[in-house]
């Protein structure tokens, strides 16, 4: 029981949080929040120097705002050098970086950090999931890593 929870505590702290840029309403309601576009920011756990600024759709109104309803499934990703690129050790292949529910229950907004090593760069893809069946809608985006800084893969 330990090992497991120890396991689940590593994994947590791995995963970014979001801090929220701001908003533009997309739809008035007239009880509740509107329907909403969030712009919200998290730095890579692993790599020193990478944001990434995620666009996503927030659905509103009394059941949005107890988190009733799900999010649409439409979300966006832009991830940039924003300072000296450095690794906290050795880095994945391909790894969760983000993730937030979009639903109270089995869909989750999903952010995934991938090595292109032959061009030395970060590929960072932004997606969304159900326990069933989840959406094709994505986006990507990259960022190449200095020649100089090679990336320590694991």
Do not use: W
């Not at 995963?15 to 890579?44: M, Y």
């Not at 649409?72 to 990703?77: G, H, L, M, Q, T």
Request: charged share 25%; proline share 5%.
């Amino acid at each position: 029981m330990r090992v497991i929870l120890a396991v689940l505590c590593t994994l947590g702290l791995s995963l970014a949080r979001a801090e929220t840029i701001g908003s533009v309403d997309t739809v008035f309601k007239f009880i509740g929040p509107d329907h909403k576009i969030v712009v919200e920011v998290f730095d890579d756990p692993l790599v020193g120097g990478v944001s990434c600024y995620l666009s996503r759709a927030k659905t509103g109104g009394l059941k949005g705002a107890v988190g009733l309803v799900e999010d649409k499934s439409d979300a966006s990703v832009a991830c940039r050098q924003v300072g000296a690129i450095s690794f906290k050790g050795k880095v994945p292949q391909q790894d969760e970086v983000f993730t937030e529910r979009a639903s109270i229950f089995f869909k989750h907004v999903r952010v995934v950090r991938m090595v292109d090593a032959k061009r030395n760069a970060l590929v960072y893809l932004v997606y969304s999931d159900k326990l069933i069946e989840g959406s094709p809608k994505n986006s990507v985006t990259a960022v190449p890593v200095p020649a100089a800084t090679p990336i320590p893969l694991k």
